[in-house]
């Protein structure tokens, strides 16, 4: 697929963004996923990221609507944050996958597309201008914060992303992935606990 690396729109709205995002050529994600997924959501305090649509935010066009949805939604209703109250994106905007039979397997995006989508990350933050950004697993820290980070080791800690605070904490599809229930408990438990220190620091 054609790509152009140097597609650098400058929109003024979130509205303008996702209208220049569909266009986005920056890397070959583009070409085999359905739809583009913008962040979802007006200026919020709230900002959280994941990391890219899955093959259910692919056809709905709207991140964080599958099985990983259901669960955020869960874990921030029980750490009393509404959702409709936060803007929620995704570090890369394209679904990744390679087709099984009539399936289509989730890819981790690379250390390349992470870098070329952050464009996007950094002008819906300026839009959004949130209090505190919390990025949900390793590829969305590593766009957030602008180098890779292990989440294990600071996950739940407040800190700063480009003049802006931020925290990484584990993805809810991990915790999908989890077989042993006890240990999905602690983590989801682990979850909502970040996700009420991330409440405490909003206005
Ligand atoms: N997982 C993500 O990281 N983002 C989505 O939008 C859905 C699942």
């Not at 140097?6 to 920056?26: I, T, V, W």
């Amino acid at each position: 697929p054609r790509t152009d690396p140097a597609f650098a729109p400058n929109p003024h709205s979130l509205r303008g963004l996702a209208q220049d995002l569909a266009l986005c050529r920056r890397c070959p994600l583009y070409a085999n996923a359905t739809q583009v997924v913008p962040g979802e959501g007006s200026r919020a305090p709230l900002m959280l990221v994941g990391e890219q649509p899955g093959n259910d935010e692919d056809l709905a066009g709207r991140p964080f609507v599958g099985p990983a949805g259901k669960l955020l939604n869960q874990a921030l209703a029980e750490a009393g944050i509404a959702r409709d109250k936060t803007f929620v994106t995704n570090a890369v905007k394209h679904f990744k996958f390679i087709p099984r039979g009539k399936r289509r397997l989730h890819q981790r995006p690379s250390a390349e597309e992470l870098a070329l989508c952050r464009w996007w990350l950094e002008l819906e933050t300026k839009l959004v201008a949130p209090v505190l950004i919390v990025a949900l697993g390793a590829s969305a820290a590593r766009s957030v914060f602008g180098r890779p980070v292990t989440v294990g080791k600071v996950r739940g800690q407040i800190l700063e992303a480009g003049g802006t605070k931020a925290m990484a904490t584990i993805h809810p599809s991990f915790l999908l992935r989890m077989p042993d229930p006890d240990a999905r408990r602690r983590e989801y438990a682990a979850l909502v606990k970040d996700l009420v220190t991330a409440r405490v620091h909003l206005p």
